[in-house]
C-alpha cells in the first residue's frame, strides 16, 4: 500500500492523471478528451467530451456477469413484503418504469419529482430517469404540504411520482392528500401524477392526471428502452437542502462525475466488492439514499438492501437479522439509529451471526463516544465515521480504509478524503488556518472534485454567493462546519456556523421552521434554535413573541397555542421538524441593530455561558428565556 498521504497528494498535484485512472471504474460510451475544466471558477466540468449513462453502470453493465445475482433487496417490516430483485429482474422493472414515463411525455433533460416511501418502486424510478436522462428530485416522504410545494414549484416537474401511503411504526401515511395539497399550493401543474397503489389508503381521483402505475407497467412488460448516452455533464438529479435562508436549495448533480466518485468511494473507503450485499440503513429522500442505497453499491455490482420500517420493529435485532440472512458485508448508518438500538436488550447484538459484517459505517451528525463504543463492543468491527454534505454527495473526511490502514480516532471522521483539498478557514479575517488545533471554518479549496454539487438549480447566482469565498486568485467552497484538525490530520466538526440543525440526522433550517410559525396569526416573531439532546443529537426549540399578551399567564390558553403551533409545522414542513417545545415571551433578544442572538439562547438553554452580549439591546429578554428553561 503507497501510503495514503501520498495518494492524496497525487489526487490534488497529478489530479487529471489520478481521477482519469478512477474514471476507468465506470463503463463510457466515449472517453473524455479533458478530465477537469476549471477555466469558470467556481464551476466545475469533469469528464469533458465522455458519454456515459449512471443506469448503465448500475445495472445493465453487471447481466453479462451477474444477471440473477441479487441486486434490490426489499424489505418492509410495516408491510410484511420481502422480494430480491436479480440485476436481470431490475433491469426488466426499470425499463418499463421508463416506458411509462416515456408514454406519460417525459423527455431527456425533463425533472421528475419522486415523493415515495421507501419501495422498490421508487428504485425503479430513480433509475429509470437516469436511464432516460429525466432529472429526478426526491423528496423526502416525511415532508409535509409546505416542503413539498416549494420544491414543486422549483424544480418544475412534468410527472410526479408517488404512492397512495407510507406506514412508520405500523401507522399508515397517507401521501396522496399531502401531495394534492402540495400541487395545490404550488404554482407548476405536473401534467401526470403517477401512483402506485399499495392498497393502503384511498385515494381521491385527480381525472386526466392521475395514473395508475400497475396497469400502465403491464403494458410495457417486455419494451425495450435503452440508455440514453449521456454528456458527463448532464444533470443527473436535483436534491433539496436547507440553508440559512428560508428556501431550500436545489443541489444538482452530474452524471459522468458522479459515477466515478461513487464508483472510487466504494472501492477507497467503503470497500465493498462486486457480488457482496450493502445495507445503508437512511431513506431515498436523503442524499445518503442516493449515493449509497441506490447508485453506489449497484454501480459496484453489490446487492443493496432498501429497508422500510422501524430499526426496533418488531424488535431491536431486525437490522442484524438481515446482515444474517443477507450476508451483509458493508453497513451504513447514522447514529441516531444506534442510540436508539442501544436502548434495546443487548442480547439482540449477539443473537445472529454477523461473521459476514466487515465495518459500519456512520455519517450525519457526531459520533459521541458512549454509541461508538457500544456498537463497536456489541459488533466487534471497525465503526468508520465519515462526513460529508448532501452538497458533495460522498465523504469529505474519512478513513479511506481500501488505501489507508490510520487506525481511527474517537470523535474524528477522519482525514482529508482524496480529491479534497481540504482548509480551515478563520471565521474574521477569511484566513487559512495552517497550524495544528485552531477552530476555523471547514472548507474545501476548489475545483470540487468529481461528484459534488455543480450548481444550485437554475440559480447559479445563488451557487456562488452562497458557498463560496475568494482569497486573492483561489476560490473556497464553505462546508458551514465549524471545525479543528490536530497533528496528525485528523478533523473534529464542532457544528454548523449557520442556522441549520441536526435532528435525528437530518438536515433542518431552522428559518423554515420560523417561517412556518410565524404563520399563526396569534405570533408576532420567533426564534428557533437547535438544543442538544442526548437520543436525536438535536432538537429544535421555539421562542414565539405572541400578539396578544394577556395569554402568558393563562397556562391553558398557552398549551393550546402550542399545540397550534405544532400542529401548523407538522402540516407545513413535516413532523420531523415540529419543535420539541414552543415557549412564549414578550420579547426576543436583539443587538441594537435589531438581530435576533440566535446563539445566545441556544446557550442558555443548553446550560453555557452565552457570551458577550454588550451588544444586546434589552437583557431582560435574556432572562425571560432563562427562567423558562429553569422553570
Ligand atoms: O453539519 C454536518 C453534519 O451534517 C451536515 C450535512 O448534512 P446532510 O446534507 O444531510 O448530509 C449528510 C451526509 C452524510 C454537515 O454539514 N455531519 C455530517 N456528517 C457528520 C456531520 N457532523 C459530524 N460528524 C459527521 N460524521
Known amino acids: 500500500m503507497t501510503s495514503y498521504a501520498e495518494f492524496h497528494r497525487r489526487s490534488l498535484e497529478d489530479r487529471d492523471a489520478f481521477w482519469a485512472e478512477q474514471a476507468q471504474l465506470v463503463d463510457w460510451k466515449t472517453q473524455a478528451t479533458q478530465i477537469c475544466d476549471y477555466s469558470k471558477p467556481p464551476f ?96 423526502f416522504g416525511g415532508f409535509a404540504s409546505g416542503s413539498l410545494a416549494s420544491r414543486i414549484e422549483d424544480a418544475s416537474p412534468k410527472v410526479i411520482i408517488s404512492a397512495d401511503a407510507g406506514s412508520r411504526g405500523g401507522k399508515v401515511v397517507a401521501y396522496k392528500p399531502l401531495l394534492d395539497e402540495a400541487i395545490r399550493l404550488s404554482s407548476h401543474k405536473p401534467d401526470s401524477v403517477l401512483l402506485v397503489d399499495r392498497g393502503l389508503a384511498t385515494m381521491n381521483w385527480v381525472a386526466g392526471r392521475d395514473k395508475l402505475w400497475e396497469p400502465l407497467r403491464q403494458k410495457h412488460l417486455d419494451t425495450v428502452v435503452p440508455c440514453e448516452w449521456l454528456d458527463a455533464s448532464h444533470p443527473s438529479y436535483t436534491l433539496y437542502t436547507s440553508g440559512t435562508t428560508g428556501k431550500p436549495k436545489g443541489v444538482q448533480r452530474d452524471t459522468g462525475g458522479y459515477a466515478v466518485a461513487l464508483a472510487a468511494s466504494m472501492k477507497h473507503i467503503y470497500c465493498g466488492n462486486a457480488g457482496e450485499t450493502y445495507f445503508a440503513t437512511s431513506d431515498i429522500g436523503w442524499v445518503v439514499g442516493h449515493s449509497y442505497i441506490i447508485y453506489g453499491p449497484l454501480i459496484a455490482g453489490m446487492a443493496t438492501i432498501m429497508y422500510e420500517g422501524l430499526p426496533i420493529r418488531p424488535n431491536g435485532g431486525i437490522w442484524w ?55 463497536s463492543e456489541g459488533l466487534g468491527r471497525p465503526i468508520v465515521d465519515n462526513y460529508w454534505q448532501t452538497e458533495t454527495g460522498w465523504p469529505i473526511l474519512a478513513i479511506s480504509k481500501g488505501v489507508d490502514d490510520a487506525p481511527t480516532k ?49 440559480d447559479n447566482d445563488r451557487f456562488v454567493s452562497t458557498y463560496w469565498n475568494t482569497i486573492p486568485g483561489r476560490m473556497i467552497y464553505s462546508t458551514f462546519d465549524w471545525g479543528i484538525r490536530d497533528e496528525d490530520g485528523y478533523y473534529f466538526i464542532l457544528g454548523r456556523t449557520d442556522d441549520v440543525i441536526n435532528v435525528a440526522g437530518h438536515r433542518l433550517g431552522t428559518r423554515e421552521i420560523e417561517e412556518s410559525i410565524a404563520g399563526h396569526p396569534n405570533v408576532a416573531e420567533v426564534a428557533v434554535v437547535g438544543v442538544a439532546d442526548q437520543l436525536k443529537g438535536q432538537v429544535a426549540m421555539a421562542f414565539a413573541v405572541v400578539k396578544d399578551t394577556r395569554l402568558l399567564t ?78
Request: hydrophobic share 45%; aromatic share 6%; with cysteine.
Open 410 to 458: 474517537f470523535g474524528s471522521p477522519g482525514k482529508a478524503v482524496y480529491g479534497y483539498d481540504v482548509k480551515l478557514i478563520d471565521e474574521n479575517t477569511g484566513a487559512e488556518l495552517k497550524g495544528a488545533n485552531q477552530k476555523g471554518v471547514v472548507a474545501i479549496e476548489g475545483p470540487l472534485p468529481p461528484g459534488c454539487l455543480q450548481t444550485v438549480w437554475g
Open 321 to 375: 437479522s438481515l446482515v444474517e440472512k443477507y450476508k451483509v458485508t458493508v453497513m451504513f448508518s447514522a447514529p441516531t439509529a444506534i442510540r436508539v438500538l442501544k436502548k434495546q436488550d443487548p442480547v439482540l447484538l449477539k443473537k445472529y451471526d454477523l461473521s459476514s459484517l466487515r465495518a459500519l459505517f456512520l455519517a450525519g451528525e457526531p459520533l459521541d463516544q458512549p454509541t461508538a463504543q457500544w456498537i
Open 44 to 139: 466545475v466540468n469533469w469528464f469533458v467530451g465522455g458519454s456515459t449513462n449512471l443506469c448503465h453502470n448500475a445495472v445493465d453493465r453487471h447481466l453479462k456477469d451477474r444477471a440473477d445475482q441479487a441486486a434490490l433487496i426489499f424489505v418492509s417490516t410495516e408491510t410484511h413484503q420481502e422480494r430480491v430483485y436479480s440485476f436481470r429482474e431490475l433491469h426488466a422493472e426499470v425499463q418499463r418504469m421508463a416506458a411509462v414515463l416515456i408514454e406519460l411525455g417525459v423527455k431527456k433533460s425533463d425533472r421528475v419529482l419522486i415523493y415515495m416511501p421507501m419501495i422498490a418502486e421508487a428504485a425503479f424510478a430513480m433509475l429509470a430517469c437516469a436511464r432516460m436522462g429525466a432529472i429526478h428530485s426526491v423528496v
Open 554 to 631: 393563562d397556562e391553558a390558553a398557552k398549551l393550546k397555542l402550542e399545540g397550534e403551533i405544532m400542529k401548523r409545522v407538522d402540516g407545513d414542513l413535516g413532523a420531523l421538524a415540529r419543535p420539541a417545545r414552543v415557549r412564549f415571551v414578550t420579547v426576543l433578544p436583539k443587538t441594537r441593530s435589531g438581530k435576533c442572538l440566535r446563539r445566545a439562547i441556544q446557550a442558555v438553554c443548553e446550560g453555557r455561558d452565552p457570551g458577550d452580549l454588550t451588544t444586546m439591546e434589552d437583557p431582560a429578554a435574556l432572562q425571560q428565556i432563562k427562567d423558562l428553561v429553569a422553570g
